[in-house]
Structures are given as structure tokens and as C-alpha cells.
């Protein structure tokens, strides 16, 4: 498989604990969040997303929180597990007529110790 | 099972060649995605697709093109491969309009001497 090792800030969680990845983003006129996980070798793969006029949703393990006021976005995991570890990116789509484009953003790599 | 296979999986070639990577999708969506991602830059959209003869530039397309002839392969060619072009490349695919969610390839990587 394929990784890049990006110079990126780094998260150390213990494993159990609950991880918060921050973003911060630049379009207002966004329609939709995203969050996406890379692990090492693979290509990035979908998390969660969260539509522009929410500020809150929750999935399996994990929520994300919009803060439309200071363009905030954030992921949390509960209950972090080795299989957390990878590289985690935020996306902005601004949905047009023809279709979706994401812009991502750089990424935070989180590292789950046993 | 429906996927998105890139090829080759690691190319090494020499300034000035021309490269081609090939994307295949079996998931018959209509959007497809290159992108690059380098150290300290996330992934870059280089060029995309929302349909069979529709083609678009990314933000750093300069240096690539694509053409779209049908709806499985988006192949991306480098038409004079420079060493900035060294970098990993992905491949993606999303549904319709509004899909948050795109699909990627295992990524290529390109060394360019």
C-alpha cells in the first residue's frame, strides 16, 4: 500500500481514552463538513459528515461538532482503540449543480498507546 | 464487491518522459478524482470528472490532464514528468450530486528522477 509520512501534529492517546481532533476551516459558504481517516498504506476513507446548518451529529463511536461562529470542526472518539491510529482530515464540500469537490484540509495523525 | 484499483502501484521514471496512471472504478459512479498528496500538504485536487467527456482542473493541475471516455476510467498523464511531480497519487470516486462520501484507490507512488 500506498502512506506518505506527512510532517503533521500528532495526537497521543491512551488506548480507551476518548480522542478530540480539531479543524479549522475557511469557507463559510461550505455546505458540508467531512472527516476522513488515512491509515498507513491505504487510501483515505469516509468517516462522518455533518451538514452546515447542524451543529452536532453522532455516529458509531464517534461525534463531530460544527462551530459556525469561529469555523471550528471537531471529531471525537470515545473509547480510542489501536485500530484508531492513522491520520485523520477534515473536508469541506460546497455542493454545485454539477456535482461535489472536496477541499481537505492537512491532517493530524493520531497515535493510540496500548 | 465493488472497488477502485489504481495501477501501477509505484512508478519510477525520468524528467521529461510522459506517464500515465490508470484509475478503474467498478462502482459505476459518476464522479471521479486525482489528487497528490505530499509531505505537509494533504491531498491536492489535481483534476476531476462528473461525467463520461466532462473534465475539470483542480487547484494544482498544471503539468497533468485527464480525459474521461467512459464511466469506469479516469486515466491521469503526466505530459512531461518533472521532479515536483514526484509525490503519491490517489484516485477517487463519489456518487451523484452532493456525495460527501468518495471512494479511493490504494494510491500510486511516483518518483520522478
Known amino acids: 500500500g500506498e502512506s506518505v509520512g506527512l510532517h503533521l501534529p500528532t495526537l497521543s492517546v491512551q488506548e480507551g481514552d476518548n480522542s478530540i481532533i480539531n479543524c479549522a476551516y475557511s469557507?463559510?459558504?461550505?455546505?458540508?463538513f467531512i472527516w476522513y481517516k488515512q491509515e498507513s498504506g491505504k487510501g483515505p476513507q469516509f468517516i462522518i459528515d455533518?451538514?452546515?446548518?447542524?451543529d452536532k451529529r453522532q455516529g458509531q463511536r464517534v461525534t463531530v461538532l460544527l462551530n459556525k461562529t469561529v469555523k471550528h470542526l471537531s471529531l471525537q472518539i470515545a473509547a480510542t482503540q489501536p485500530g484508531d491510529s492513522a491520520v485523520y482530515f477534515c473536508?469541506?464540500?460546497?455542493?454545485?449543480?454539477?456535482?461535489?469537490?472536496?477541499?481537505f484540509g492537512g491532517g493530524t495523525r493520531v497515535l493510540v498507546k496500548p | 464487491d465493488a472497488e477502485i484499483t489504481q495501477s501501477p502501484r509505484h512508478k519510477i521514471t525520468e524528467t521529461g518522459r510522459q506517464v500515465t496512471l490508470a484509475c478503474h472504478q467498478t462502482?459505476?459512479?459518476?464522479?471521479m478524482f486525482w489528487y497528490r498528496q505530499d509531505l505537509g500538504h494533504g491531498l491536492r485536487l489535481i483534476h476531476y470528472?462528473?461525467?463520461?467527456?466532462?473534465?475539470n482542473k483542480g487547484e494544482v493541475s498544471d503539468g497533468y490532464s485527464v480525459s474521461r471516455s467512459n464511466t469506469e476510467d479516469l486515466p491521469l498523464t503526466l505530459e512531461s514528468a518533472a521532479s515536483s511531480q514526484t509525490s503519491v497519487y490517489f484516485c477517487?470516486?463519489?456518487?451523484?450530486?452532493?456525495?460527501?462520501?468518495?471512494?479511493f484507490g490504494p494510491g500510486t507512488r511516483l518518483t520522478v528522477l
Open positions: 477517487a470516486s463519489s456518487e451523484g450530486q452532493g456525495g460527501n462520501e468518495q471512494f
Open positions: 469557507n463559510s459558504a461550505s455546505d458540508y
Open positions: 455533518i451538514r452546515s446548518n447542524m
Open positions: 473536508a469541506e464540500n460546497k455542493v454545485k449543480a454539477a456535482g461535489n469537490k472536496l477541499t
Open positions: 462502482w459505476n459512479h459518476n464522479n
Open positions: 470528472s462528473y461525467g463520461v467527456q466532462d473534465t
